[in-house]
């Protein structure tokens, strides 16, 4: 069975930054690209940023381009999100999902978030 | 960016109704479209793939449909678990895209 536990969320300053960990197990890691997907408060679902399994080919979405970073450790079945420059409107809960596709697939594997809250 | 704009954004129905949400895209992506549902401080949880496929342990109640730029997915009799916000999704670009979500709620 698939696990994804995303951690390091929390509250931060407007400007700072956060690292959101996402550790997987019950599967080889290194074959499934991992995604973020953020959802704001009573709003929908937004996919910030997406990295292959060899973690070779990352895309982000235009909001977050140049602030956030994703990167992997295929050896501690672990992917990061770095996130800078934040502001109040990246406050989410930000979920972690796998899927065996880089693109044209689908999500079938989902963490169950972590809340990251922007505010002074 | 692939926008899909889902409708209607809110519906009520009962208990053994017929239901159908709808899902355009802003331009044609063959069959790159999934279906998700997700219930409140829960993460969403796939339910159609590749537009028609019915992912495993999904009832046998929802389906897809579509190819080019219009999708839908139906619930053929809508039972009381079934309230959610359901979300379609396109894989066709590098970086996926959802549409605004279709709340559902059972009179």
């Known amino acids: 069975e698939v696990q994804l536990l995303e951690s390091g969320g929390g509250l931060v300053q407007p400007g700072g930054s956060l690292r959101l960990s996402c550790a997987a197990s019950g599967i080889t890691f290194s074959t499934y690209a991992i995604s973020w997907v953020r959802q704001a408060p009573g709003k929908g679902l937004e996919c910030v940023s997406v990295?292959?399994?060899?973690?070779?080919?990352?895309y982000y979405a235009d909001s977050v381009k140049g602030r956030f970073t994703v990167s992997r450790d295929n050896s501690k079945n672990t992917q990061y999100l770095q996130m800078n420059s934040l502001r109040a409107e990246d406050t989410a809960i930000y979920y972690c999902?796998?899927?065996?596709?880089?693109?044209?697939?689908?999500?079938?594997?989902w963490g169950q978030g972590t809340l990251v809250t922007v505010s002074s | 960016d692939i926008q899909m704009t889902q409708s209607p954004s809110s519906l009520s129905a009962s208990v053994e109704d017929r239901v159908t949400i709808t899902c355009r895209a802003s331009q044609s992506i063959s069959s790159y479209v999934n279906w998700y549902q997700q219930k409140p401080g829960k993460a969403p949880e796939l339910l159609i793939y590749a537009a028609s496929s019915l992912q495993s342990g999904v009832p046998s109640r929802f389906s897809g449909s579509g190819s080019g730029t219009d999708f839908s997915l139906t619930i053929s009799s809508l039972q009381s678990e079934d309230s959610a916000t359901y979300y379609c999704q396109q894989s066709y670009s590098r970086l996926t895209t959802f549409g605004q979500g279709t709340r559902l709620e059972i009179k």
């Open positions: 999902v796998g899927h065996q596709l880089l693109s044209a697939g689908w999500f079938d594997s």
């Open positions: 990295i292959s399994g060899s973690g070779g080919t990352t």
